[in-house]
């Protein structure tokens, strides 16, 4: 994507333009972080935190099958 132009407005308010926000899925509403980086300003859209734990929590019910299952072949093969 090229880089864009945008103009501050009052408040320090810019446009998003709509190709960039829909890249991004950045909706009214979404959560932003902001970071200085070199001498440049870094957004980044935040993910829902539900989204964050429910990946979380797949993981956890993944590692926890897999070590159900070595358990169950060590107790197997008499170990």
Do not use: C, F, T
Request: charged content about 35%; overall charge positive; proline content about 4%.
């Amino acid at each position: 994507m090229k880089g864009k132009i945008v103009r501050v407005g009052r408040k320090g308010v810019i446009v998003i333009p709509v190709d960039v926000r829909e890249a991004l899925g950045i909706v009214e509403g979404s959560l932003l972080s902001l970071e200085l980086s070199g001498g440049a300003i870094v957004l980044k859209p935040l993910k829902p935190l539900r989204i964050k734990l429910g990946a979380r929590v797949q993981e956890i019910v993944r590692e926890s099958k897999r070590e159900e299952l070595e358990l169950e072949e060590s107790v197997r093969s008499g170990h």
